[in-house]
């Protein structure tokens, strides 16, 4: 049959989305972009690996786009007329290289690659490119800087790779064609690819209806810790032991996504999830399954970036000069370069958890995960599961497949214990086996988990008052008690204060948009004068208020949250006739506040009923 190629589009003899599957493997085992255009020299594919100077500047104005048209033409015709892979210096200076895709002799389309260098630049020569362009040359040289210098060597190996590939592309889609040996020339490109995925961080291993390994590659392999080098065509239950959880999936082509899965090779735990597709034939039926391994460790990571599970704060991020705090600070220093556990005390809204990131960040977990678990805001009944995981069908409700627990998530990082005072007494002896152990055992599992993690409690209670109570075992606070770092309350810090409030309205005017400069003398006076008691917390939400009702660009004490500018200190009223409605209002909205708005709190705090609160506050006027 003769075609004329001219006539014939790319797209109409190959699958897109095999050219953008071929081009974004080539690219990322060579490290160099990829793109492939028809024979119009228009792409036909996303682009993929391209860099700033060539995406950002190149080839996002008029004149640089023209000279890279005119380069990838020049590339593709040159290679099309010498039959070898070209390599060459763009209009723009950068090294690239092309390969054509033929048919019946005519060129129906190009793959280009490149976007590297094969030598230090002449700086001068991309200067000029620069001022052609009509860009910044100190950004151009800055982009420059981030290209790539690859010997020649190198760049020759992957076009010559590139020809290889293009030229068997071109030759398959003449089969295609023609209907001529199809499925071998379709086999080689499954080859080539398949070759592709040696270079994948993920695991991928093929089985076929027979239970057979098919096809696996080096991640899989090192995933599973196979000792067999030549494990392609053997059996899964040879392989892995007749009770594999993989064997099963495959006998029964389930589809599966991230399921945990946990073999024992050669004495050794392995712990990866795992995903599964069934491999369709054209007819519909099933030929086998194909996974997808990872690293459970690889993966806890991920979930941990995701949930939030890191630190953000460090020492720069604690405010103070005050005596107690310099001291904290020294004893923060301490904390990370040490192993040993931490406890800190200190009343609530004092900054505990901020110290515990801070530690971390500066110690030598601080690339591994940050986990906080607040103690006395997890249910009771489900303390044990949130810290320890469970296993499938440990519990009704318990999710498919288990679920790993907070000292898992924190393996190889570190484990905030807030509120560790509120943990129930029979979940503390399981706590103490694993400082003692670091190891885990899930509700309703009986493997054992090894976990690396540092632990660092906090409490805003006396421990050592629990423990004489017998409210606290006296063996897990001396294990959690090995340094200890008490943050003083505000209302101990002298002049912190002040430079908190300075800090805080710094952070506020960027994250509320508002102008605001700082404040008057008399809202310095009232701040200093107030007691507190919630600490840094309730300074914090009283000038993030302060910043909300400001009218102008200096904050006034008539700013302030009433219950601060008007604490009820009665001594300090002598001479001045005060209403006792006022009284008890002042008394009502200072212990809200105290307690953040948290009623029950507040009703146990005055000595009255919940029911009773809302009335007065009702009745007062005053907001919960």
Known sequence: MDFNGEEINLLDVIDLEFLQQFQDTFARVTGVAALIFD???????????????????????????????????????????????????????????????????????????????????????FIKHAEVLGVDPNEYLEALNKVKIIPEEKIMEAANLLYLVSSKISKMIENQIRNEELQEERNQAYELLAAATSSFTEGLMAVDNDGRIIHINPAAFAIMKL???????????????????????????????????????GGERIHC?????????????????????????????????MVGATARFTCEDIIGESEGMKKAFKLISVAANSRSNVLLTGESGTGKELFAQAIHNHSGRSEGPFVAV????????????????????????????GNPGKFELAN??????????????????????????????????????????RIIAATNKDLMRAVEEGRFRED???????????????????????????????????????????????????????????????????????????EVEYLSVTDLPRS????????????????????????????????????????KALGIGRNTLYDKLRKLGVRA
């Not at 640089?64 to 290679?79: F, M």
Request: proline share 4%.
């Open 273 to 305: 999830t795992s995903s599964s597709r069934p491999i369709l034939k054209e007819n519909g039926t099933i030929a086998g399954v194909v996974f997808t391994l990872r690293e459970i460790r690889k993966v806890r990571n991920l979930v941990n970036r």
């Open 227 to 265: 000792s067999d080098k030549d494990v392609v065509g053997k059996s899964l239950s040879l392989i892995l032991g007749s009770n594999n959880k993989f064997s099963e999936t495959a006998r029964n082509c389930i589809w599966n996504t991230d399921e945990e899965i946990v073999l024992d090779q």
């Open 39 to 125: 024979k119009n020299n228009n792409p036909v594919t996303q682009p993929i690996n391209f860099i700033d100077i060539c995406m950002k500047y190149n080839r996002s104005c008029s004149e640089g786009l023209k000279r890279c048209k005119i380069s990838d033409k020049k590339g593709a015709e040159e290679s099309t007329r010498t039959g070898k892979p070209a390599v060459y210096h763009c209009e723009n200076g950068m090294v690239d290289f092309a390969a054509p895709i033929m048919l019946n002799g005519v060129r129906i389309g190009a793959i280009l690659g490149g976007q590297v260098l094969s030598e230090q630049p002449e700086k001068e020569k």
């Open 476 to 550: 897990l606070y001396y294990r959690l008690n090995v340094l200890n770092i008490h943050i003083p309350p505000l209302r101990e810090r002298g002049k912190d204060i002040d430079l908190l409030t300075i800090h805080l309205i710094n952070i506020f005017s960027e994250n509320l948009g508002k102008e605001i400069d700082g404040a008057e003398l008399e809202f310095f006076e009232a701040i200093r004068n107030y007691s507190w008691p919630g600490n840094v917390r309730e300074l914090q939400n009283a000038v993030e208020y302060a910043m909300n009702v400001a």
């Open 374 to 401: 607040n103690c006395a805001a997890l249910p009771r009944e489900l303390i044990q599961s949130e810290l320890f995981g469970y296993n499938e069908g440990a519990f009704t409700g318990a999710k498919r497949g």
């Open 412 to 453: 190889e990082g570190t484990i905030f214990l807030d509120e560790i005072g509120d943990m129930p007494m029979e979940l503390q002896v399981n706590l103490l086996r694993v400082l003692q152990e670091r190891k885990v055992t899930r509700v309703g599992g009986e493997k054992v988990i090894p976990v690396n993690v």
């Open 564 to 603: 601060i500018h008007r604490e009820p200190n009665f001594l300090q009223e002598v001479g001045t006739v005060i209403s006792l409605t006022e009284i008890e209002r002042i008394t009502v909205e200072s212990t809200l506040n105290r307690f953040n708005g948290n009623i029950t709190k507040t009703a």
